[in-house]
């Protein structure tokens, strides 16, 4: 899957992938937006196609019920979907950390843009674990994935 991998950060050990950009811990989230790449937003166009004619000159129609959402860096196209679906912001997923790594203790440790930005996710360790049989230990995590 690291070749699907376009932007990420973390904290902690490197990745078996090796990519990305290595944080110190506890770095506020505009370091996190801009070293995981998600320092982009996600617009949108009204759907337009072209429709032959006899003459060869084809008239450009909308399809309303349908929008395309593509990226405001790069104008690259991630994904049609229907005029109700609500765009959340690249940003928006770190953003929701916010304050459970400032007042919960909940600490960032990835942040990744994958397949051109048509997959974003982040993952926080919660501080709470748990050992099973005494031996292995389990932490807590948890993440936010959008999928376009």
């Given at each position: 899957?690291?070749?699907?991998?376009?932007?990420m950060?973390y904290?902690?050990?490197?990745?078996?992938?090796g990519?990305g950009n290595?944080?110190?811990?506890?770095?506020?989230?505009?370091?996190w937006?801009?070293?995981?790449?998600m320092?982009w937003?996600?617009k949108?166009?009204p759907?337009?196609?072209?429709a032959?004619s006899?003459?060869?000159?084809?008239?450009?129609?909308?399809?309303p019920e349908q929008?395309?959402?593509?990226r405001?860096?790069s104008?690259?196209?991630?994904?049609?979907?229907s005029?109700?679906?609500k765009?959340?912001?690249?940003r928006?997923?770190?953003?929701?950390?916010?304050?459970?790594?400032?007042?919960?203790g909940?600490?960032?440790e990835?942040a990744v843009v994958?397949?051109?930005?048509?997959?974003l996710?982040a993952?926080?360790?919660?501080?709470q674990s748990?050992a099973?049989k005494?031996k292995d230990v389990?932490?807590?995590y948890t993440?936010?994935f959008?999928?376009?």
């Amino acid at each position: 899957m690291s070749h699907l991998l376009e932007n990420m950060a973390y904290v902690g050990e490197t990745p078996w992938h090796g990519l990305g950009n290595q944080l110190t811990p506890k770095q506020p989230l505009e370091v996190w937006v801009q070293q995981s790449g998600m320092d982009w937003q996600i617009k949108e166009s009204p759907v337009r196609f072209m429709a032959e004619s006899a003459d060869n000159l084809g008239a450009i129609h909308s399809f309303p019920e349908q929008k395309v959402l593509y990226r405001s860096d790069s104008k690259e196209a991630l994904s049609v979907v229907s005029q109700r679906y609500k765009i959340v912001q690249p940003r928006e997923i770190l953003e929701f950390y916010r304050d459970l790594t400032q007042l919960s203790g909940y600490e960032l440790e990835t942040a990744v843009v994958l397949k051109g930005g048509r997959k974003l996710w982040a993952l926080a360790r919660t501080g709470q674990s748990t050992a099973l049989k005494g031996k292995d230990v389990v932490n807590g995590y948890t993440y936010y994935f959008l999928y376009h």
